[in-house]
T-cell receptor, first 112, second 112 residues
Framework: SQQGEEDPQALSIQEGENATMNCSYK?????LQWYRQNSGRGLVHLIL?????REKHSGRLRVTLDTSKKSSSLLITASRAADTASYFC????????????FGKGTRLHILP | ETGVTQSPTHLIKTRGQQVTLRCSSQ?????VSWYQQALGQGPQFIFQ???????GRGNFPPRFSGLQFPNYSSELNVNALELDDSALYLC???????????FGSGTRLTVV
């Protein structure tokens, strides 16, 4: 079963607007990562936030993590057509047995 | 531009056959993980290797097996192929389990 659950499943916004995607998970984690995937090809790593961090920025991306609520959000500001893709959160649980669990993704469509 | 190369890009096999998928990671990436992604779904974690030893496994049967080699290449082997094994198989590597992963473009396997 999948740990991360993204919300919404699909999102369409106008170019220039901000896009917010949410992710919920079930168990304790070491870190949470966000990835982008274009047209069913390989995933591109966007940002990693560790379990002891609350917020992280990278360019137009802002990620928050609330471990008490087991949730994270990804904000893309000033969206562009090139941001059209599927976005996945992935939780990394590592003790003796590493597991990386992806959610089902949010399909983001930027309208011109 | 990805530093992880997967081969072949596409493959058609018959039910009951065996298949080997290959992945070449970046130098210094001691961690490699494999995923199965069905259409419209998030990647499902198959297993992970660190320095040639398996150190994590998802909910996949033993007919899914792997190897990691000292030259940063790895293999995913699937025996007794079933129709439901048709999917995109992704390889990802990282210098360390606490960093983000670099994904290859995947191998699309079709079982008929």
């Amino acid at each position: 079963s999948q740990q991360g659950e993204e919300d919404p499943q699909a999102l369409s916004i106008q170019e220039g607007e901000n896009a917010t995607m949410n992710c919920s998970y079930k168990t304790s984690i070491n870190n949470l990562q966000w990835y982008r995937q274009n047209s069913g090809r390989g995933l591109v790593h966007l940002i990693l936030i560790r379990s002891n961090e609350r917020e992280k920025h990278s360019g137009r991306l802002r990620v928050t993590l609330d471990t008490s609520k087991k949730s994270s959000s990804l904000l893309i500001t000033a969206s562009r057509a090139a941001d059209t893709a599927s976005y996945f959160c992935a939780t990394f649980q590592g003790n003796r047995d590493d597991k990386i669990i992806f959610g089902k993704g949010t399909r983001l469509h930027i309208l011109p | 531009e990805t530093g992880v190369t997967q081969s072949p890009t596409h493959l058609i096999k018959t039910r009951g056959q065996q298949v080997t998928l290959r992945c070449s990671s970046q130098s210094g990436h001691n961690t490699v993980s494999w995923y199965q992604q069905a259409l419209g779904q998030g990647p499902q974690f198959i297993f992970q290797y660190y320095r040639e030893e398996e150190n994590g496994r998802g909910n996949f049967p033993p007919r899914f097996s792997g190897l990691q080699f000292p030259n940063y290449s790895s293999e995913l082997n699937v025996n007794a192929l079933e129709l439901d094994d048709s999917a995109l198989y992704l390889c990802a590597s990282s210098p360390d389990r606490s960093y983000g992963y670099t994904f290859g473009s995947g191998t699309r396997l079709t079982v008929v």
